[in-house]
């Protein structure tokens, strides 16, 4: 009886509020991006709303019966979900269904499909954590870096093989958790450099670039002439750095593929094919801009309502969200990740158990890259590389992976007073 | 907790930083940028428009002279199109391959999403034939337009027609008009389009991203049904009018008829004419170019365009001035040896025939030259002859009372003013000072400079008919159902000439159809007052002329028949300006002492010869009763 109400007492009830107020948003905003008035029913399993109604229940079970595990079972049962994670995705590149160009999909049989990708992320964060909080691991050291740079890249390296670029990149945000637990910051800011990098030299002449950096490398040196060492970092950085400028072009031209590239390009401005290849990401920016501050009202979206916008109730939502309900309605949907990504690390940091913190730092990381970048996208700040916004994207798959990823970290924060 | 604790605030503010970027250009483009607001109604709102039906025009008795009939023009969505039957299909719209596969493309390149027109007015049976299959060719759609329609094919030019606006049009209209809307473009039409057109009716339709109509925008708040444009109601006598045209075809020339108690227009023809139903429907084009090049013209409106000399029928007014002037009474009497000698000219006189004695009211009768030769060298010279210039201009002046050298404001588009000379004009062909009564002794007898059109001629004699007053000439007497009458319309012109000074001048008219030039036109019955006129042209034969009014006692018509190049007055102008008397006053014609019909009038072709000459038929003999003794004499008697 004790254990039972301490149970319930422990369980972080904001984070939990947080979760199902965006599942709520999610499904109002499914039903008004696919409302079809001949189907208004919600247990038909019928509509996408219908469908997300009962993935919802269902992920509410989940998530109790998470509540409900043992937290040393989901830690001792880490390294099995990596390799069950791991043959999944090597037998979706087998038999796989293709979707929308992505080899990503395991049909279940009666119209149920999975997603191995979106589990990979739950497998690689709980692996991850299992590893780097093993009491002789040292990220700063080269060898625990290296295993725990595998543990992160071979998932992501048959994801990129699907060839799912969105979710590969997702798995890039456990840069977060890494540098958490010691990494680097050089790692950060190199990664931010070689994006800055990358997109200038894209839109810029490579020569130009590196001209500037040239020129920037010479200051900071002629600055600390004294500082012989950093005169040596400086120049092998900058001898990598035009390396990589000049193999930009290349990289872009034969390493991504032809569709990527006009992604890119549409983002940056170099193309504007308004009624084709930029149609999704124009009309989106339509919905949401033309939302003004209140939105058009439920129900009312007209972008939406009149399926101008494609892909809306999964990857383009957001946009039903801008249109219906305006700034003020985005802004309160932004608040809300922003308030649970907080939440999250806090959560985290309150752990004693270094296990719980890094798994943590894993859930915060993959849910802000999916905000960041799904609602980049719908607005023209990122190139579509197609990831679901969390808890409101339509979808089975990706809803289950993100509660489990949530709840399995309530499980441990609700444990936290006892030693794992 | 360890040694990198801080770190959080780190990946916090990383965190932060980027969602408060989003929220930066959110806050941009849903508040800041209003081009996307703009941008999304352009993709959900689709105006429907639907074209006002075109107001009818009705003669004065309420029959239709031009109504509106339903046209189909096909529309195409490229998109919505599958594989069809192409032969079949042009074979129903009555196209050849080459045309379709035209269209096909222009219409994909308008777009491929929207409908555009794919072929114009179909009429209603070869839309009937397409109708019933058009579901077997997808894409295919057809839209009612409604075009103009002629039940009687008369008054071509008085209606006018319309087409398809220009660029001009739409600017000037402040974007009442969209393209291939339709706006009156010449007659009536034009005049009266802000009546006849109607308000157009707009839905604003919200349609889906694959342009497939979802509903009412606004639920309505916007939207405004069609409103009819109004009934017109003319002053044409549908019955003369065709008359009139048939009496008069074969020939180029005019008649114009006004009720001189109203000026309503009764008649209104202009010939050679053409049926104005050819200028609607799919042949339109082809149709307008043959009648530009037409050497006849049938675009011409004679009636307020042509400019005749006057000839003898300008006399009644010339007495009528000098009268008023005191110049001469009714009883002064002049001697005609045959010709006038003014200065060193001499105006011959009907081919030297000596009239003798004659006073006013036979000098009308006779047509005098000389008598009115001298009528206007008393007028211009009373003040002496250095005053010339002076005189002549107050002359000009009370003439011009008349409606002559001036439009007449007719409410219909492109009327001339004629011509009346200016004391300046006269300086300029001699010199000031060069050139007196006897230099412009023409003008006396309606020719020289004088110019007059038909309808200034008919309003000549509506004053004359009314003894001092005329009424506005207009053709529109009353719009919409309520009957409106312009207040215009309801206002005398007087001209400046006491009453009493008719009775001499008009004795002398009914002398003209009694027992003178135009006694072959006498209508048994009805006592008409004319005037011939016989009137020298460079064109070749004389234009024949001839004014009238009748009865003489409550005048119901005033005419002007205007024959060109036919010969003289009493020939040709005053028999078909006595049937379309008769016929109005009488609603026949009736058998004539002289044995004219109107039958040989209208067979008779006095198409002036144009090389190569076209729809010249060879004319009827002359009926023998017309080389009779009685005729001869009377045309002896001419002018």
Known sequence: MNNQRSFFFNVDWVTVFIYLALCTIGWFNIRAAVFDPAHAGILDFKTDYSKQFWYIIFSLGIGTVILLLESRFIIALSPAFYIISLLLLILVLVIGRNVGGNQAWLSLGGGIRLQPSEFAKFATCLLLARYLSATNVRIAEWRSFFIAVAIIGVPMLLILLQPDMGSTLVFYSLIFVLYREGLSPYFLVISALFIVLFLTSILFTPLYVIAVITALALIIILLFRKNKKLTVTIITGLAICIAFVLSVKFIYNHVLQPHQKVRIDIVLGIKSDLRGKGYNVYQSKIAIGSGKLWGKGYLNGTQTKYSFVPAQSTDFIFCTVGEEWGFAGSGVVLGLYLLLVLRIIFIAERQRSPFSRIYGYGVASIIFFHVFINIATTIGLAPVIGIPLPFISYGGSSLLNFTMLLFVLLKLDSNRMGIV | ?639
């Open chain 2, 1 to 639: 907790m360890n040694s990198f604790f801080e770190r959080r605030y780190v990946i916090a503010g990383i965190f932060i930083t980027i969602l408060v970027i989003l929220l930066a250009r959110l806050f941009y483009i849903q508040i800041v940028d209003n081009r996307y607001a703009i941008y999304a109604n352009n993709n959900v709102r689709r105006q429907k428009i639907s074209n006002a039906a075109r107001g009818p025009i009705l003669d004065r008795n309420g029959k239709v002279l031009v109504q509106n009939v339903p046209f189909y023009d096909i529309m195409v969505t490229p998109k919505q199109v599958k594989p069809f039957d192409t032969v079949e299909f042009c074979k129903l719209l009555g196209i050849d391959r080459a045309a379709f596969d035209k269209q096909w493309i222009k219409a994909v390149k308008y777009s491929p999403y929207l409908p555009s027109v794919f072929e114009k007015q179909l009429s209603a049976t070869t839309y009937a034939s397409l109708q019933e299959r058009l579901s077997e060719f997808p894409g295919f759609d057809s839209t009612p337009r409604y075009l103009r329609t002629y039940p009687d094919s008369v008054a071509a030019q008085f209606l006018g027609y319309i087409g398809e606006v220009q660029d001009k049009d739409i600017e000037r209209s402040g974007g009442y008009y969209h393209p291939g809307d339709y706006i009156g473009v010449t007659g009536v039409e034009k005049s009266y389009e802000a009546v006849l057109r109607g308000q157009r009716g707009v839905e604003n339709l919200m349609v889906d991203s694959r342009n497939k109509p979802k509903g009412h925008y606004a639920n309505g708040l916007f939207d405004t049904a069609a409103v009819a444009g109004q009934r017109l109601t003319s002053s044409l006598d549908i019955s003369i009018q065709e008359f009139g045209e048939k009496l008069m075809q074969n020939k180029e020339g005019s008649i114009v008829a006004i009720e001189p108690s109203t000026g309503e227009i009764l008649c209104y023809v202009s010939s050679p004419t053409y049926d104005p139903n050819l200028m609607v429907g799919r042949e339109r084009g082809n149709n307008a170019a043959k009648m530009y090049a037409n050497p006849y013209n049938p675009f011409f409106i004679r009636p307020i365009q042509a400019k005749y000399p006057p000839g003898s029928s300008f006399k009644p007014l010339s007495a009528l001035i000098a009268l008023q002037e005191g110049i001469i009474t009714p009883q002064t009497t002049y001697f005609c040896p045959g010709y006038y000698k003014a200065g060193n000219r001499k105006i011959p006189c009907n081919n030297g025939e000596a009239h003798g004695l004659v006073n006013l009211s036979s000098a009308v009768a006779k047509s005098c030259n000389g008598y009115f030769s001298m009528v206007f060298q008393k007028i211009l010279d009373h003040n002496g002859t250095r005053q010339t210039e002076a005189t002549f201009a107050t002359w000009r002046a009370k003439v011009n009372k008349f409606g002559l050298g001036a439009k007449l404001g007719l409410d219909m588009p492109g009327e001339s003013r004629g011509n009346l000379p200016t004391p300046l004009h006269y300086d300029n062909v001699y010199k000031p000072g060069g050139w007196h009564s006897s230099t412009i002794i023409s003008l006396a007898i309606g020719q020289g400079e004088l110019e007059a059109t038909p309808l200034q001629m008919a309003n000549l004699e509506c004053t004359i008919a009314n003894q001092g007053y005329y009424y506005k000439p207009h053709l529109i007497k009353a719009i919409s159902a309520q009957n409106v009458i312009r207040k215009e319309y309801t206002e005398r012109n007087y001209v400046g000439i006491d009453s009493q000074y008719f009775d001499p001048v008009i004795n002398g008219m009914q002398a003209v159809v009694d027992n003178g030039t135009a006694i072959r036109s006498k209508i048994p019955g009805i006592v008409m007052c004319g005037k011939t006129g016989t009137a020298q042209n460079s064109h070749g034969e004389p234009n024949s002329v001839f004014v009238a009014f009748a009865p003489r006692d409550h005048p119901k018509i005033a005419i002007a028949v205007i024959v060109e190049n036919s010969g003289e007055g009493a020939h040709w102008a005053a028999p078909i300006a006595s049937f379309i008397v008769e016929k109005y006053l009488r609603g026949s014609v009736s058998q004539r002492e002289s044995g004219i019909t109107p039958e040989y009038f209208m067979n008779a072709n006095k198409l002036p010869d144009i090389i190569p000459k076209i729809r010249k038929t060879v004319p009827p003999p002359i009926p023998p009763n017309l080389k009779k003794d009685s005729a001869n004499k009377a045309n002896k008697q001419r002018r």
